[in-house]
């Protein structure tokens, strides 16, 4: 009896040893291996669908990678930036840009302003220093221009819209009508034509008579009482800049002794 229930004992235990494909132990490995693979299936496919989602194509992963985290990758460098057509080097600025002179300078607190004015007024640096002079070097004073008659002599003058002329009764005075006002020679500016001009003196040979040589009009000269200004004369200037005239006799013919009565003309080419 014992003999039979171990053969019949070691049966089931050898076919359960042989594989799944008989006995009960079989059937439910199979039975439960036939719902495994349903269900494998469907979290199979809802997983990829899910890691799809999740993480981009192969295809479309450098397409949507943006150009900065490609140029900042740790093997590849920086693309250089192309280089000109020409290796001629780039002109220089245009009168209405900074220019080298501005650098130089330190203008401090007011560089922003300055720039700013010089685009905005489009001006050199040149031409907003002459701005700045014309206006405030010399205040309450107009630059007139004038010249000869026939245009080889030109100059520029400042002085005031008011004009207080001297009309001298002198020898060569009296008979050229040399009626003029006097500025120091700071304010007088010879434009052109200088290798135009010739000079006539006599007596004392302190005043000294400019002309041109070609049309013979005395359009300013050296006067003897100053000899250190220019007298100008007020028909020469350009029309525009005059606001009004005032005239003195001065009598030239005494004038040693018209010098020394009169008060202020001596100083009339002072600063």
Same mark, same amino acid.
């Given at each position: ?9 070691? !049966?089931?235990?050898? /076919? ?10 079989? $059937?439910? $490995? ?12 469907? /979290? ?7 890691? $799809? ?15 900065? +985290? ?25 009168? !209405? ?8 300078? @330190? ?20 031409? $907003? ?29 400042? +002085? ?33 034509? !200088? ?58 013919? @005494? ?17």
């Amino acid at each position: 009896m014992r003999r039979a229930r171990s053969s019949a004992a070691a !049966a089931p235990r050898g /076919q359960k040893r042989s594989g799944p494909s008989s006995g009960p132990g079989a $059937a439910a $490995a199979s039975t439960s291996n036939d719902h495994r693979p349903r269900r494998s299936a469907s /979290q199979g496919s809802s997983g990829k669908s899910q890691a $799809a989602k999740k993480q981009p194509s192969a295809r479309r992963g450098p397409r949507r990678s943006p150009p900065r +985290a490609q140029e900042a990758g740790p093997e590849q460098q920086p693309a250089e930036p192309a280089l000109p057509l020409s290796s001629s080097p780039s002109p220089p600025p245009t009168p !209405a840009t900074q220019t080298s002179s501005v650098s130089t300078l @330190d203008l401090g607190e007011q560089r922003e302003r300055w720039e700013t004015f010089q685009k905005r007024q489009r001006l050199s640096f040149e031409g $907003a220093a002459k701005l700045l002079l014309d206006t405030f070097e010399y205040q309450g004073l107009v630059k007139h221009t004038g010249g000869c008659h026939c245009g080889a002599v030109r100059f520029e003058v400042w +002085a005031s819209a008011d004009l207080h002329i001297f009309d001298c009764n002198c020898s060569i005075c009296k008979k050229k009508q040399n009626r003029h006002f006097i500025v120091p020679a700071s304010r007088f500016k010879l434009l052109k034509g !200088a290798d135009s001009l010739t000079t006539y003196t006599f007596n004392t040979h302190k005043a000294q008579h400019t002309f041109c040589k070609k049309c013979g009009v005395q359009s300013f000269y050296t006067p003897r009482s100053n000899p250190g200004g220019f007298g100008i004369a007020p028909h020469c200037l350009d029309e525009g800049t005059v606001r009004s005239v005032v005239t003195e006799n001065f009598n030239g013919s @005494d004038w040693e002794k018209a010098m020394k009565e009169h008060k202020t003309i001596k100083n009339m080419s002072k600063e």
